[in-house]
Structure formats: C-alpha cells, structure tokens
C-alpha cells in the first residue's frame, strides 16, 4: 500500500504514479521484507587495496606555493557529486573543486594547517595539501563501507604524525601515518552499552577530536554511549581509556578553553562533557530531546562568562552551557 499508494508523510506514490507496476511493487515489498544480510568486515587488507599515495611526501613543496590566506579558507562539500570546493575567503573564489568520496561530512585541518583531511560517508578519506600551488589530493584511502568522522594528531610533539578516521561499518576506527594514510593500528569498538549493559554488534564511531593536552584521540562510540581515550603515544601498546557517558553519542566540540569536549548524547537529551587533560567525565548536563550540536557555538555573557550552545532536532530552542574560565570575575562565588 506504501509503495503504491505513498503516504501523507512523504513517501512516493509509486504505483499509482506510473513509476511501478503493479507486479514491480509487489517484487518491491517482497524485497524490503527480506532479512538483510550482514555486510562484509574492512581490515588491513582491504585498505590497503585502496590506499593510493598520489605525490609522496618527498616530492611535496618545501614551502607554500601559493598566495592563499590558510587560515580563511572553506572546505564545501559538494554533496551529490563527491567533491569539495575549496574556497577563498578572502576573495570569495573557488581555488579547486577536487573529486572526494560521495557526501563528504567532515572536513579538518591538521595541526600545522598545512593539510585538510575529508571522509565521505562512503568512507573514503582525502588528504589535500595546501602548500600546493594549487591544493589538491597527495593521498586517499577508503577505511571501511559507511563512516562520517576524521582527524588529526593536535598534542605538541605529534602534531601532523597521525590521522584517525571512524567507520559506521565495520565498527572500529583506523589510525594511519598523517603524511601518507598508511593504515597502522585498527580497533573494534564493538562492545556493551553503558546503561543496560548488553552487547552491541554494531556501535558506531561519530565525533573524534584530537586532545591538545595529551597524545590522544577522543573516539565517541554511538551506540554504547561510551568515550574512548586512544593514547597514540606507543601505538603497539595502545592504552584506551573508556568513559561512560550516555546514547547515543553524536558530535559535539571544544569549549572555549580547548580542554572540555561537549559531545551530544542525542537519544538521552544531554551533553556529555570530558576532561581532556585529566581523561575523565566531568559533567552530563540534560538539554532538549535530541541535541544536535555540530561543533556548537561560543559566547562571552557578561555576568556568566564563557557559554557553549548546542540546537536540536526536537525544541525550537538553544540551551547555553556555562563553560569554565581563568578570568576571576567569573568564578562561582
């Protein structure tokens, strides 16, 4: 009836429209109904079929070659085509439009802001250089069949050594050599919830975030609502810390100090907030039904200091965090 009729919601009236007929719909839902099969795992060796180093770092510039503002320009994506627009801010002209995997979701910026790093929700990653005369891809890599997050080493000492990109499916996250996407290091993160505590097979990675206090990456796994500390620091004796926080974890950021990560636990209406310095949970603040905050947004109230904002899917509301600061006149009394 769906696919014939369609619905007041949205759905297509298929049948009755001409697309389908009548024994097309029928193959139509016999199809839908059937029990999907599991799809297949992507490890090492799938990625590396897929790893293509384009210019070796040896054979990059030594210096900038180009007369662009690094600090102002846009990584668009361009969707259904699976490219990105690099964009100059300063001129508001295109630089490049570079050939991506398909839906690019997260475009970063490597700590010395040389290289931009994308992952389309197919998961393929893109290492752009901007030193180049005209910024383009050096290298590319696909980490798995579904994935939305990527980033970059950012604590002093490493900064530019690696990059980490978090897969949908198969449910693990990838660290690689950050000058080439050489994969080294694959973890599951399949595992038990944080409240029931049931397994889940299949817990998604969403937001990472690279730590400017420790060597490590902040890796949120949606399902089980837990917050994976990864010290990158000796990667054959990798240390990962867990912290319960709460589902399902979405995306979130930094507040204005660069040490607590405010991660949207979308299904239980609240922000997670995590120490980074000290590798602990420090607050869960409830907020509306279903936070959805990108990196959320940052302000200065005269009375109560540094804030943190994040949107929803629910409300037509915007809750404000306060975050904390070292300026006197806004400590709590």
């Not at 719909?25 to 109904?33: F, G, K, S």
């Not at 970059?152 to 690689?176: C, H, L, N, R």
Request: glycine share 8%.
């Amino acid at each position: 009836v769906f696919i014939k009729y369609g619905s007041p919601a949205g759905m297509p009236n298929w049948g009755t429209s001409g697309e389908l007929t009548d024994a097309e719909v029928d193959l139509m839902a016999r199809y839908v109904q059937q029990t999907p099969p599991q799809p297949p795992e992507f490890g090492l060796k799938e990625m590396k079929a897929t790893w293509k180093v384009v210019v070796p770092p040896g054979e990059r510039p030594k210096k900038k070659m180009n007369n662009f503002n690094l600090e102002n320009i846009f990584s668009v994506t361009l969707r259904d085509t699976g490219e990105i627009a690099l964009i100059d801010g300063d001129t508001k002209e295109i630089i490049n439009i570079i050939k991506t995997g398909y839906a690019v979701h997260i475009s970063r910026t490597s700590a010395s802001g040389r290289y931009l790093f994308v992952i389309g929700r197919d998961a393929k990653v893109n290492m752009v250089d901007l030193w180049m005369a005209k910024p383009d891809t050096v290298a590319e890599i696909r980490t798995g069949l579904e994935a939305r997050s990527v980033e970059t080493s950012k604590f002093k000492g490493f900064e530019d050594k690696y990059a980490i990109a978090g897969t949908y499916w198969p449910p693990q996250f990838v660290i690689m050599e950050g000058d080439t996407l050489k994969p080294l290091k694959i973890e599951s993160t399949r595992g038990m919830t944080v409240d029931t505590q049931e397994y889940h097979p299949e817990p998604r990675v969403a937001a990472i975030v690279g730590s400017h206090y420790n060597p490590e990456f902040i890796v949120n796994v949606k399902e089980t609502g837990k917050i994976l500390v990864v010290n990158y620091k000796d990667l054959n004796n990798l240390k990962i810390t867990s912290i319960n926080a709460a589902r399902f974890l979405h995306d979130g950021g930094f507040d204005s100090t660069g040490r607590y990560f405010m991660v949207a636990a979308n299904a239980s209406n609240k922000i997670g907030v995590v120490d980074t310095k000290e590798d602990k949970l420090a607050a869960l603040v409830d907020v509306g039904k279903i936070p959805h905050p990108g990196r959320g947004a940052h302000s200065v109230h005269p009375p109560f200091g540094p804030l943190w904002a994040t949107g929803h899917l629910g409300p037509d509301v915007v809750p404000l965090i306060s975050t904390p600061s070292d300026n006197p006149k806004y400590k709590p009394s």
